[in-house]
């Protein structure tokens, strides 16, 4: 299961890239157009001379040459050349003219060309174009007498490939030439590819970077707002998350918070003078039903009698024991639980512990391991009703014949008791819910096992108000292995 931000970096190096292909894709086309028109100029261009010059036809391969590396073709089959003389020169044709070709078939346009012929002298020894006398003394001038000539260009297919065409047309007589286009692609294609080696990757690792930039930037204020819920206690509930300067988007995602965190502050604030009241309200009645059950119970000799008010004060003991725990779980979840700190010497409270439980647990194995001279700094009547409600729910759920082993050890900054013992099997669903207040597992819903579900919750918010932790380690599933830290200053 990928994360949102790495779903929001996908997608948004997914989108830059598609834009980025689509930008190089129409830039390929655009600059390939641009070359295309490049092209036909240089065709415009090539056709003028070819007009503007006497021709013979001995000189057609040197023609050919030249046009070859001018209009860098790779090979002869590139090119089509022809010159058709209204003069009674001779006709020119190239060397891979076919001749069921046909210029007049073909679809021509008009070009922007501008003839810009000027006096510029070719040398005859350093140029393959020649006059009908193919000799002289002298450069040989361009024929001035056809500046008004003009150039046609034209598209076709030849071969499966695609070609162009520029025809100039004078007085004098007309020039054909045509290319392939299959030689200026392939050039493009090569500096395109030069090119894309360094640019695609660096503009692919610029768009991951951005697009990473971009989730994590979109990701700060949730992450402030997950901060927060994961640092969130009871204590802190009147904490608000500030809005200032944030979108208008996570500006509304913030007051939705703030808005709940206060509905949870006033609920909580609500069950917890609930839980406190009543507790407070109901041990003065227990009480004086405690008291009123003893004078009854000595005033009569009647053993049934007597029975039924054991019965009822082992009830009013209960209750009196639950409602005591209830008081102190609300001031434990209000932040008010009253500690009175001293040091404790841990290794004679576990030792003195011990002798009660091996008194208690006759059917039991006990084993124990309690390192010497250790010491805690806490409340001491909070911390043994702790190590009381372990010890007891060891004894009371432990397997007939079964064992209880309590060890003791140092820590780097505290200590730690692990106890253990076992007893019938607890699935991972119970286990889950062993701290929960007034949960007790299958095995405990009936009277045989005494107990009220609420001194494993009680003792996890003593020690956590000690700053300790209380949890229940992993093991087999007829264990049960309990840990309790508890911080030595």
């Known amino acids: 299961m990928i994360s949102f931000r790495t779903r929001l970096f996908l997608i948004a190096a997914s989108i830059v890239s598609a834009v980025l292909i689509v930008v190089m894709l129409f830039a390929w086309s655009r600059i390939m157009n641009s070359e295309v028109d490049r092209l036909e100029e240089r065709l415009c261009r090539e056709a003028q001379r070819l007009t503007t010059q006497a021709i013979v036809r001995e000189n057609s391969l040197d023609l050919e040459t ?64 020649r006059n009908e006398r193919g000799n002289g003394p002298e450069d040989l001038p361009r024929d001035r007498s056809v500046r008004g000539g003009t150039c046609q ?59 990473w930039l971009l989730a994590s930037l979109t990701m ?38 703030n808005i709940m965190m206060e509905r949870l502050e006033m609920s909580f604030h609500q069950a917890t003078r609930f839980s406190g009241d009543a507790a407070h309200e109901i041990r003065t009645p227990l009480t004086i039903l405690q008291g009123k059950l003893e004078q009854a119970f000595n005033r009569t000799n009647d053993p049934a009698l007597q029975a039924d008010f054991t019965y009822m004060l082992d009830e009013v003991a209960r209750l009196s024991a639950i409602t005591r725990k209830l008081l102190m779980l609300s001031h434990a979840d209000a932040g008010k639980l009253a500690l009175h700190q001293t040091h404790i010497n841990l290794t ?86 062993f701290f929960e207040r007034f949960y007790r597992g299958d095995p405990a819903h009936n009277r045989h096992i005494d107990g009220n579900g609420l001194g494993l919750s009680l003792a996890l918010e ?21 840990r309790l830290w508890l911080p030595n200053k």
């Open 66 to 129: 030249d046009l070859v590396g001018r209009l860098r073709l790779s090979g002869y089959q590139q090119l089509l050349v022809r010159y058709v003389s209204t003069a009674g020169m001779p006709e020119l044709k190239s060397t891979y003219w076919q001749d069921d070709f046909s210029i007049e078939k073909l679809d021509w346009r008009k070009s922007g060309f501008r003839n810009t012929l000027g006096p510029e002298r070719i040398p005859r020894d350093g140029h393959p174009f």
């Open 153 to 211: 260009l034209s598209a076709f297919d030849l071969n499966d490939n695609a070609w162009r065409a520029a025809l100039f047309s004078t007085p004098r007589g007309k020039g054909f030439i045509a290319v392939d286009l299959a030689a200026t692609k392939a050039e493009m294609q090569t500096a395109f590819q030069q090119a894309s080696w360094l640019v695609v990757p660096l503009a692919f690792t610029l768009t991951a970077l951005g697009a």
């Open 220 to 257: 700060r204020p949730v992450n402030r707002l997950r901060d927060a819920m994961r640092n969130l206690t009871k204590n802190e509930l009147d904490q608000r998350l500030p809005s200032v300067g944030e979108d208008k988007e996570f500006k509304e995602l913030i007051c939705a918070y």
């Open 348 to 433: 004679a409270l576990l030792e003195e512990l011990m002798e009660d439980l091996r008194m208690l647990s006759a059917d039991c194995q006990l084993a124990a391991e309690i390192t010497e001279n250790q010491s805690v700094r806490g409340d001491a009547v909070l911390l043994q009703q702790v190590l009381n409600n372990l010890l007891s729910n060891a004894i009371r759920y432990c397997s007939p014949q079964g064992r209880i082993s309590i060890q003791s050890s140092n820590d780097k900054d505290g200590v730690v008791v692990i106890i253990c013992n076992t007893s019938a099997s607890i699935t991972q669903e119970e286990r889950a819910r």
């Open 462 to 482: 003593i020690v956590k108000a000690h700053g300790g932790d209380l949890r229940l380690e992993v093991s087999e599933m007829d264990i049960v292995k309990i």
